[in-house]
């Protein structure tokens, strides 16, 4: 996919993953529209897009908000007039097993990882349909191809993502729209930092998955953003970003039941 000269959507533009990812478009001529619950972060992002030579509108915006996903495509319209590339990396994370997890927080992960991936979908589409080559980016995660324990909300949500990507994929077979799903491995952003986590939850169970999860984010958020780019650029169907990601996938594929106990014993945890 020629990116020069193209509009690109991307949500959690405010950091992470999602700024990454806007400014390796920024870098190969794609005009954006950037979207993220915090309207400060998002701005930033936009000048430093816009200091490498694109057009870089930015947007508050909650994509568990539906009448705003649902106004939001007027608003892109009115300042860039088209769209060919949507990018849904917008995501929260939530700690804790099953039965700590509250079911508004269940609900509140869901509604922001999943429904917010769906409702942009539906808002897009049509623009994306007018447009000669076209694109939607669905951002999984490593836990959309594995369940460890401690993450069964966030890894509903994100095998949520990967179901309906795959089933959109084969939907629009012959169309001009494309659909990539993208699953990154650890990525040193502030995700597991900013996580939500059970009022029930033992603090030291708390801190430990913390631990945990800070070691295991290794990747630069930089070096993701270009590794899906690329992705986009070659028109994969599936990315996975990080030697972690397709060591796990390829794992998964292998031993779909075993392949936890088989970590556990690799890593001796």
Known sequence: MKLANRVAVVTGAGGGIGRATALSLARRGCHLALADI????VAETAEQA???????????LDVADRAAV???PSEVLGVHGRVDLVVNNAGVALGGT???????DFDWLMEINFHGVVRMTRAFLPLLHAGDDARIVNVSSIYGIISPPGQSAYSASKFAVRGF????RHELEGSKVAVSV???????????????VP?????????????????????????AGEIIVRGIERRQ??????????FVALLERLSPVRYWTLLRKATGR
């Not at 099953?98 to 508004?104: H, L, R, S, T, V």
């Not at 650890?186 to 597991?192: P, S």
């Not at 009022?199 to 070096?223: D, V, Y």
Request: charged share 25%; no cysteine; net charge positive.
């Open 182 to 196: 993208v699953h990154p491995g650890g990525v040193a952003t502030a995700i597991a930092r900013n996580a939500r």
């Open 38 to 41: 915090d309207g400060a972060l």
């Open 98 to 104: 099953f039965e700590q997890i509250a079911e508004d």
């Open 199 to 223: 009022a029930t939850a033992p603090s030291h169970e708390i801190e430990r998955g913390r631990a945990i999860a800070q070691r295991l984010l290794r990747m630069a958020p930089e070096q």
């Open 70 to 72: 649902r106004a939001f």
């Open 50 to 60: 816009r200091a490498l030579g694109v057009r870089a509108s930015h947007h508050r």
């Open 165 to 168: 990507s795959n089933a959109l």
């Open 237 to 246: 169907a599936r990315i996975l970003v990080g030697g972690d990601a397709k």
